[in-house]
């Protein structure tokens, strides 16, 4: 695993964005697995801004979101703080900046008639796309990847996932608050790419910063591997692994404080 501690959220964000950058252009038409929340803003704005000012081109490029909650979906009539779904986030943060193909972005589709059957759907897409060949990924309060909540095998494929009551609380706060939706009017479940999923990426890239994600970064990649903290699973990804922290969110780990 190569472990990059940038000295802030921005030093964090670029060094993520300079990864995803390079692989565009060795590979244009490459996959992409991309993540919502807070985490990601930097990188998306960094990676808008190397596509306006230096031509980063996304015109070959596939993308396949992580998540979605169930029962929502975009709806570019209502405004942003109305609209809830990770698909609006992705549009508004990043794919509406770029010259991204609409044919070429995946979200979990929260409004799927038969949900079981999308996430079926999901993960022949991934693999119909050659998989994904870098995944961006934060972490959640709980030690979530995407919505794989406590509790969720390690091996587990795209499916529909009840919220843990910590990611309820974590998400009101940090998105829903705003929209003036109701605590109890969130939706309880989500549409989450499994752990098993994740770990066949060909490069898993998690970002995380702040002071309150130290606990949990400590705990995902000095603690063991449990399905307790999903995120753990970093320690099994067979394929190259890069964990970009800020220093907040770097300064429970033991390993650098022994550098
Ligand atoms: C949500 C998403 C996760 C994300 C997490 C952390 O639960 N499903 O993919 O990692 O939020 O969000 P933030 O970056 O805002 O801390």
């Not at 897409?125 to 979530?144: F, N, S, T, V, Y």
Request: net charge negative.
């Amino acid at each position: 695993m190569e472990l990059i501690i940038g000295k802030n959220y921005e030093d964090m964000s670029k060094s993520a964005a300079d990864i995803i950058a390079e692989l565009i252009r060795l590979k244009p038409n490459c996959v992409l697995g991309l993540a919502t929340g807070g985490t990601p803003i930097g990188t998306y704005k960094e990676l808008i801004r190397m596509h306006i000012e230096e031509g980063l081109d996304f015109s070959g490029v596939k993308t396949f979101n992580l998540d979605e909650y169930l029962g929502i979906g975009l709806d570019l009539q209502k405004p942003y703080t109305q609209d809830q779904s990770y698909a609006r986030f992705m549009h508004e943060e990043l794919f509406k900046h770029l010259n991204i193909k609409k044919e070429n972005i995946h979200i979990p589709d929260g409004l799927a008639k038969d949900p079981q059957k999308f996430c079926s759907h999901y993960e022949e897409e991934i693999k119909k796309a050659g998989g994904i060949d870098l995944q961006l990924l934060g972490i959640g309060g709980d030690g979530h990847w995407a919505f794989n909540e406590p509790g969720s095998s390690l091996y587990s494929r795209t499916r529909v996932q009840p919220l843990s009551k910590q990611t309820l609380e974590d998400n009101f706060e940090s998105f829903y608050k705003k929209s003036g939706i109701k605590k109890e009017d969130m939706p309880h479940f989500a549409i989450t790419m499994g752990v098993g999923t994740i770990l066949e990426s060909r490069h898993a890239l998690m970002i995380a910063n702040g002071k309150k994600k130290a606990e949990i970064i400590s705990k995902a990649l000095e603690g063991s591997i449990s399905w307790e903290v999903t995120a753990t699973a970093i320690q099994l990804h067979p394929g190259k692994t890069t964990v970009i922290l800020d220093k907040d969110a770097a300064s429970k780990l033991t390993w650098t404080a022994k550098e």
